[in-house]
């Protein structure tokens, strides 16, 4: 059989595709809840004066609820399926953002709503492995990189969701009325995917899976392709939560843009980010090879950190340097998101079918540690050395990357 036969042969039904929009929905809604206290900063931070490192430990919370149970709902994926487990995970995530803003109405105190938000967190990390687990199950290869590119909207669609709608609604009905905006939403994409998201089918029952059998052996223990992946990631997370987090504060205090410009700019920024994903996993598809891409982009990510850091460094003294820095902070912020399809189509394919959703668990929680981190870790740096030269630090986490990725795919 040619190769252009054997792709014909393995079209894509069309429930896989629906299937991954409501994975992607899913997901983006729970991206809102994790991303909401970024965007909650100007209120509580340059209105109501509280420390940038102490709400810096509220972005920090729904993340590290993320990581305490992103394998559990891998695991729980990879054994019951996907539907109950985005349904039902994203109901939780609901009630959280209900308990949360039942909180912020009754308190200032950071600490209950920190609580909220970290079980949010953790309700919402059921989407991430389980709609990467459908990528594997529903498309063959040769599809997954754009598949997975789509899937992998969900993460800058979120955040730029957030961006563009927790500044209004915070200005207008506090932190309260936020979450309860969320939990309103959750609960209609919960229904959504209740209904429509089918598990697929079974790897022995398509024709993808007869040419890739199913791996039942621990893929860790067959090489380190995994685990350098894993690495890679988490270094080349760190620039793209620093810029998500801290990315519009910059804008409002470093460069004098008010809440209302900034966040629509960082709302636009994420959404080119999130078409520039489904690109490079389509390009993926045609080079053949997800690690040179991979590497493509880390270099990328040197070029555009230092670059933000020298328009940092000299905005004050270049005509119209504001805009020039929003411009720059725009391509920093679509290259910071664009390896996370790669990595995961990597990850998920070199795990096999039986073993994706821990795997991809993995790559999850080895992200969000490093992105707990970067809310508290950053802030501090920014307020001892400021943005300029921070950002000149971050460019340091992808040039370390850029040896440690491997000079070619595996697949299970």
């Excluded at 629906?18 to 929905?25: H, I, N, P, R, Y």
């Excluded at 004066?49 to 709400?55: I, K, R, T």
């Excluded at 891409?293 to 270099?299: H, P």
């Excluded at 986490?397 to 440690?404: G, S, T, Y």
């Amino acid at each position: 059989m040619s190769h252009e036969s054997a792709r014909s042969s393995d079209a894509v039904p069309a429930r896989a595709w629906a299937v991954l929009v409501l994975g992607l929905l899913a997901q983006a809604a729970g991206t809102m809840l994790v991303s909401a206290p970024v965007y909650l900063i100007p209120l509580l931070h340059l209105e109501l004066g509280l420390p940038l490192a102490a709400v810096g430990m509220l972005t920090a919370a729904p993340t590290l609820g993320m990581v305490l149970t992103l394998v559990l709902w891998g695991a729980a994926a990879d054994r019951f399926g996907e539907r109950w487990v985005i349904a039902g995970g994203l109901g939780l995530t609901a009630a959280a953002a209900g308990a949360a803003a039942v909180t912020a109405a009754m308190t200032s105190d950071l600490i209950p709503l920190g609580i909220a938000l970290f079980c949010g967190g953790a309700a919402a990390a059921s989407t991430n492995a389980a709609s990467g687990r459908v990528v594997v199950g529903w498309f063959p290869r040769h599809r997954r990189g754009l598949a997975m590119g789509v899937r992998q909207m969900s993460q800058p669609l979120g955040v730029a969701a957030a961006a563009v709608a927790v500044p209004p609604i915070a200005s207008a009905l506090q932190t309260a009325g936020v979450f309860l905006v969320l939990s309103a939403l959750l609960a209609v994409i919960t229904v959504a995917c209740a209904i429509g998201i089918r598990n697929p089918p079974r790897p022995s029952l398509t024709g993808a899976a007869r040419s890739e059998p199913v791996r039942h052996s621990n893929p860790y223990r067959a090489s380190g392709f995994l685990a350098r992946i894993h690495g890679v990631s988490v270094l080349l997370v760190v620039p793209q939560f620093a810029l998500a987090t801290f990315g519009m504060v910059w804008l409002i205090s470093g460069l004098g843009w008010n809440a209302t410009a900034a966040g629509l700019l960082m709302g636009c920024a994420q959404f080119i980010g999130a078409l520039g994903r489904i690109v490079i996993g389509g390009l993926s598809d045609r080079v053949g090879d997800r690690v040179r891409v991979l590497r493509w982009v880390a270099i990328g990510g040197v070029i555009v950190m230092v670059l933000l850091a020298l328009i940092g460094f000299t905005h004050e003294a270049i005509p119209g340097g504001f805009a020039i820095g929003g411009i720059v902070l725009v391509l920093a912020t679509v290259v910071s998101v664009a390896d996370n399809g790669l990595a995961y189509t990597s990850v998920a394919e070199a795990a096999g079918s039986a073993w994706a959703g821990r795997a991809l668990g993995v790559q999850n929680t080895g992200q969000f540690i490093a992105a707990s981190a970067v809310g508290p870790g950053i802030g501090a740096a920014i307020a001892l050395l400021g943005y300029p030269l921070v950002f000149g630090i971050i460019a340091l986490a992808p040039l370390i990357a850029i040896p440690l990725i491997p000079q070619e795919d595996r697949h299970g």
